[in-house]
């Protein structure tokens, strides 16, 4: 057992996502082994109330003081790319032609084991050092790539999900796979690793205009077999992508629904983008239990458009906060959410900004937690901080920068001290990422 005094940042489970927020300034967050040997959260609030209690149950208890230091939830990234960490910063016209010049080309240097290995060591280090403690993440078309992103992953205990990309058409040699050996590959990884302590494995067709509708029946296949399987995908991400996902499968009703008629919409299904979608297609995200991964830096850095929050709450269904790293430009969740922000205030559809907050710095803290996890079907197990969660959190500094730390001085409110980090942090405010083990 091992405990932890500083301010803490947990999520009430049920309460509304705008002020579900609670802090308390001197806290106490307290870990240890549940009956399987995992590390959860057995107790959380204030260092007051709990302080008696705990010296009764736990006479031996050591607790390491961090004083002026915040503890929170270890942020989920729903969606991005590892083989794209060298992609980063890559400018071009739009989604295809980026897909094109940048990014399949370095994708297929994953077919080779050793290249593979050292990229998933690199980005498992920037993931964590961001903050990062769970992700749902695309390897490339090679089972070499996703072999290697869960060998070390595991080494950490990291809770990590990913899957081998899908991908039997309009894809270059290199990085096309064959329709029915991926569907074997798939099938392998799955049983190899799905479930194997914190990791979990996902079903990936990189996006309908790159498979064929016998890998996506397989695919949908295989979801159906594998029911606590994760699904990932992209969806209505940019105008000419729809066009062709159009063109491509006609007899559905929209892009969105392509992936409904092949089984691929159910819960633990995320659709990265979800941009251009209208209220037909956001009621069957609902009814299906699908979510979306929204993903604001890569959206506005490739000119992809504007998630609309109004209309996507308005349908109820349920998404989170991604980076989309290679196509987003950054690893930290504060600047996922400051753009989060943006977008937010950003007029959708030709409609002027609304007034006001529309997304306040509770809810996007909590869509980049406790939010997203809800999203990816893990409420309850990461993304929060309250007793009987897995242990993965962070330790903020808010003085960790000469601005932030003046700013974070001045705040009068938990959503002032939140905006504050939201607008000025990074990873400099990441002081460590703690995957309890
Ligand atoms: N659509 C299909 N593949 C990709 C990808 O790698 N990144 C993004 N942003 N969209 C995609
Ligand atoms: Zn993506």
């Avoid at 961090?66 to 990234?77: S, T, W």
């Avoid at 796979?177 to 494995?201: C, M, P, V």
């Avoid at 209220?279 to 458009?305: E, I, K, Q, W, Y």
Wanted: net charge negative; glycine share 8%; hydrophobic share 40%.
């Amino acid at each position: 057992m091992k405990a932890y005094r500083a301010s803490l940042l947990r999520f009430a489970p049920h309460g509304d996502p705008h002020q579900s927020a609670i802090f308390d300034e001197d806290g106490l967050l307290v870990v240890g082994p549940d009956g399987s040997g995992c590390p959860v959260v057995h107790a959380a609030g204030s260092y007051h109330s709990l302080r008696a209690n705990l010296r009764d149950q736990f006479p031996n208890l050591e607790v390491q003081h961090l004083p002026g230091r915040i503890i929170a939830p270890g942020f989920i990234d729903l969606h991005l790319h590892y083989p794209q960490t060298q992609v980063i910063g890559s400018p071009a016209a739009g989604l295809l032609p980026w897909l094109e010049k940048y990014t399949f080309p370095e994708e297929k240097n994953f077919s080779a084991p050793d290249y593979a290995a050292q990229e998933a060591s690199f980005f498992i280090a920037e993931v964590l050092r961001n903050g990062v403690t769970t992700a749902l993440a695309f390897a490339s078309s090679h089972p070499a790539s996703v072999n290697a992103l869960f060998t070390e992953a595991k080494a950490r205990n990291m809770r990590l999900i990913t899957g081998k990309c899908l991908q039997d058409r309009n894809s270059p040699d290199g990085l096309r796979d064959e329709t029915e050996q991926s569907l074997i590959d798939t099938e392998a990884l799955i049983r190899r690793w799905h479930g194997k302590g914190r990791l979990g494995y996902a079903i990936t067709p990189r996006f309908a205009p790159s498979s064929t509708d016998a890998q996506l029946r397989g695919a949908g296949e295989l979801a159906a077999r594998y029911p606590d399987v994760w699904i990932q995908s992209h969806v209505a991400e940019n105008t000419d992508e729809i066009k062709w996902a159009r063109e491509l499968f006609p007899k559905s009703r929209s892009y969105l629904s392509t992936y409904a008629d092949f089984g691929l919409m159910r819960e633990r299904a995320v659709y990265a983008h979800s941009i251009h979608l209208d209220d037909a297609d956001r009621n069957l995200m609902r009814a299906t239990g699908a979510a979306a991964a929204v993903c604001p830096t890569s959206n506005l850095f490739l000119g992809s458009g504007f998630f609309d929050f109004a209309a996507s709450d308005r349908a109820g269904f349920a998404y989170g906060l991604a980076s989309d790293v290679g196509g987003g430009t950054s690893f930290s969740p504060f600047h996922t959410m400051l753009a989060a922000y943006y977008v937010g205030r950003a007029p959708v559809a030709g409609l002027a900004p609304q007034p006001g907050l529309s997304l306040s710095p509770q809810l996007l803290w909590w869509r980049h937690t406790a939010g997203a996890a809800r999203a990816m079907g893990l409420e309850g197990v990461v993304g929060n901080l309250q007793v009987g969660c897995e242990a993965d959190f962070i330790v903020l500094n808010p003085k960790a920068t000469p601005l932030l730390a003046r700013k974070a001085a001045q705040a009068s409110s938990v959503d002032e001290l939140l905006f504050a980090m939201i607008v000025l942090g990074d990873d400099r405010l990441i002081e460590n990422a703690v995957i309890s083990t």
